[in-house]
């Protein structure tokens, strides 16, 4: 964080392994793509498929996990089953909010650092670098308790700490493409800038960036869930896991199913996303290309990021 | 050495954050009372919201270097003083959580990453990717679930000796743990197909001699380099563990401002979390520059 340098410790294994690689799909990738599938599908069906109401109070208070309620149900008699396939929905979509909106912005500002004059390059990644100074989840909670919640600021707040990751990858990759002949007969050839940057180098940095958005995406569920676990984001009779952890934290006695239903959730989404993000970038046959000297260094990086955790 | 135009920036965005949201900032801060007009504009001249923005924050930043975060909009305590009164607790658990990251995280790698492909490293690498999944949050209610409420080993809250802090240390160092152990083993890996390795082998030294001489000194380098970045998860951890363990502590009265509307607070609160944050990574990149000679050509620079 306090010079280029710091990025290299940022550059993961599984980075490393994606660059100029194609991707495979392997049998054990299609059954976590499946389960993914599975739990996405339940949230976005939840309307048709879940057996009652997620907010339909009963007179069945806090009943253990049984045949007419799955999971059970909570201090109110709702069903805990149906909360947790509707308690997905804002926190999937927000966390993939934030993911495409840091990967456009991100990627942009990282081609644009990389090809312009030094200085741009410089004002740019020094933002990036200040940016880098919050740790992600005060920056959202920063952002969120002065403007207020929604779907749309909360995936915004979010993405402002995964910016600064896309556009350091993308400008340290995009200054070595630079270097290639192609880039240079392009520009003797009188194409414009931006012409080159999408035409020649933006193909080049896709692998990476591909790998980083899937990282990004467990880690996004995670500050999500966060966020609506410290109440920040939907307001209670709608059922989100974060939320729903939070309430079920009074009745750990008395109904351990409330939390642990919505807990179970959110790591079985996070497990996946980053299974899925390995299994992407785990080309097994190890490149032994070191573009740059320090490239054993990147053996940190991205897994911070990458594993959902990077920072909070 | 950057850290000084970094702390700028983190100090222009909170002042920023105040600014930047559609609104008179003083409404903003009387948001949820019955403020009469002229209650705005006498707000108004006491923040110095009527000078130009530029005077504004230079004020600002004058003040901050100068100890003074402001006052508490709901009990008009100075934040500075609210938050030294609550940091002992927070480093205490971060401390903590610390050592319980190190002590999981570094066997577990050490143990998977001179013994790779076998069951000891496929146990350790699936405990590290299931523990990075897991909410922390969560993991602090399965923990007093389990130990507190069923076997009623540890006390589930409040603060107390030796025994309250077991469970808010492993919650929020278990993620941190497997992070350690990953990157770890990541980086034993990568040394040990060197070719320095190899031919340390053949010069007939011992594993072990092998182990504590070239490889650990190598392979340290990505996980020193994580420490530092993570260090801001056990600081933005802190918020959730203190809450849901009944701590007073830094992470609590954001987490009271934040349902307050408190922005004073939530402002200073997060600008000194940060600083921090900036601080320690500086610490981490001296003890990188220590263990990892090579860095320090690029450190300086």
Known sequence: MTSDTKWWQWAAPRLRRASGQRMRLTTGTWVIIGLLLLIVGGTALAPWISPHSPTAVSSALLAGPSGQHWFGTDNLGRDVFSRTLWGGRVSLVSAALAVIIATVVGTALGLLAGYSHRLVSALIMRAMDIVLGFPALLLALLVLATAGGGMLPEAIAISLSFVPVFTRVVYLSSLS???????????????????????????GVRSEVVVIMTSAFGWAILLASTLSFLGLGV?????????????????????????????????????????????????????????????????????????????? | MLAIPVLLGVSIITFATLHLIPGDPARTLLFGTEATPQQVAALRQQLGLNRPMPVQYW???????????????????????????????TIELAFAALVVALAI?????????????????????????????????????????????????????????FTSMILPAIALGWGFAAMIARLLRAGLVDVYSQPYVAAARARGLSDRRILTTTVLRNACGPMVAVLGLQIGQLLAGAVAIEVIFGRAGIGSLLYN???????????????????????????????KAIIDPRTRRTATS
């Open chain 2, 257 to 287: 401002a934040i349902s307050s509307k408190d922005i004073p607070t939530v402002q200073g609160g997060v600008l000194f979390l940060a600083v921090i944050y900036v601080a320690l990574n500086l610490v981490v990149d001296v003890l």
């Open chain 1, 177 to 203: 493409i630079k270097q290639e002949g192609y880039v240079t007969a392009a520009r003797v050839a009188g194409l414009r800038a931006g012409t080159i940057m999408r035409k020649h180098i933006l193909p």
């Open chain 2, 59 to 89: 004020e600002y930043l004058d003040r901050l270097l100068h100890g003074d975060l402001g006052q508490s909009y709901v009990n008009q305590v100075s934040v500075a003083s609210e938050i030294a009164q609550r940091l002992p607790s």
């Open chain 2, 105 to 161: 995280g570094v066997p577990a790698g050490l143990i998977a990453g001179t013994r790779p492909g076998t069951w000891l490293d496929r146990a350790a690498t699936s405990g590290a990717v299931l523990g990075v999944a897991i909410p922390y949050f969560w993991l602090a209610l399965l923990l007093v679930l389990i130990f507190s409420v069923e076997l009623g080993l540890v006390p589930s809250l409040g603060v107390g000796g």
């Open chain 1, 235 to 312: 307001q209670p009779p709608t059922p989100d896991w974060g939320a729903d952890l939070n309430a079920g934290q009074s009745y750990l006695v008395d109904g351990w199913w409330i939390s642990v239903a919505p807990g179970a959730a959110i790591t079985l989404s996070i497990l996946l996303v980053n299974l899925l993000g390995d299994h992407l970038a785990g080309g097994t046959g190890r490149r032994t290309v070191r573009r740059r000297g320090t490239e054993h260094d990147a053996a940190a990086a991205l897994t911070a990021v990458a594993s959902g955790q990077g920072e909070l």
